[in-house]
């Protein structure tokens, strides 16, 4: 057999390296096309990936702290994550809400435990407010959505509506402690005063807790308080009941009348937490901690406890509890308007 020549060997080599890099430029091309393609569908880390902190705008021993520590175990749980609650009061809740609406990540690791005072009520009462309730936090879903009962110190001596308002037109000094300016609890004494022309006077405190303190130990004597909270004080008979101020009587309080039963027609106002996060979080995280709590509350063992503070498990749709937000913002703020409400 004839032995190919040197020329036939390097025209052999030079075609070989030919198609070689002619093979080589589409499969170049090939991989870094499966490399974007790879970095495109590499998904999001998913949520939650980290500790979740449960920021409450009020002091700790309040009906929103309670509500708060009530979830905390029940989200921890479903969400497989750490869940803090931290209190941050100040300011009728504005300093906790705006620590959330301005400071922290967008992220969804961050839940305000959100009120109708500073929701709802603050930015018609507050001639500066640090945050925009309406833009700068997303709602998430609606909690509760409570009455308030009118309560007095057994020192009083009084029983009923009309004897605290016999009682107040006397010209005795009596004063009504509340959570803070633009709370529930503020706003129903100063309605109270309006719609019956008398003179109580206003006794803010850093939330709840400490203003139910006071009560009890009779340094004031007239508050407005979120039924769950002084239940237990009514109970024992450390407070008197006079009346609810929903438009029905409540079921933990079943003897106990609605202002207008008790003499005040016309006379209801409400309140409602809920859970907002920052503005600009992603839907995805909304989407599960909406659905997070909505499980919770079909529970009926959860149910059963949370209905015992005085309220109904609510839940809903997130898109539900922001139309909450707007239309409170501006029936509240009518109230404020019509009563001359102003901060101390």
Known sequence: MQQPTHGTRRDAIAKIKAATAFTAIPLAFMALGLAGQASAQTPS???????????????????TDLMARMLQPELQQRLGVTVIVENKSGAGGNLGSAEVARQ????????????????????????????????????????????LVLEVHPSLGVKT???????????????????????????????????????????????????????????????????????QHIQGGRLI???????????????VPTMAQAGVPGYQITGWHGIAVRAGTPPAAID???????????????????EAIGTPAVGGTAAEFGALIKSDSQRLGALVRSTGVTLD
């Open 45 to 63: 880390p998913a949520f939650p990936s980290k500790t979740i902190r449960f920021v409450v705008p009020y002091p700790p021993g309040g009906p």
């Open 104 to 147: 922290a990540p967008a992220d969804g690791h961050t839940l305000l435990l959100a009120a109708s005072g500073p929701m709802a009520v603050n930015s018609s009462l507050y001639k500066s407010m640090p945050f925009n309730p309406l833009k700068d936090l997303e709602p998430v879903v609606q909690l509760s959505a409570f009455p």
């Open 161 to 231: 509506v009309a004897e605290l308002l016999a009682l107040a037109k006397t010209g005795k000094t009596l004063s009504f402690a509340s959570a803070g300016n633009g709370t529930p609890q503020h706003l129903a004494g100063e309605l109270f005063n309006s719609m019956e022309q008398v003179k109580l006077g206003h006794v803010p405190y850093r939330g709840a807790g400490p203003a139910l303190n006071d009560l009890i130990g009779g340094q004031v004597g007239v508050m407005f308080d979120i039924v769950g909270s002084s239940l």
């Open 241 to 255: 009941p006079l009346a609810v101020t929903s438009a029905e009587r409540t079921k933990v309080l079943p003897d």
């Open 288 to 306: 599960k901690l909406n659905a997070t709590v909505n499980a919770i509350f079909k529970d009926p063992a959860f149910r059963t406890r949370w």
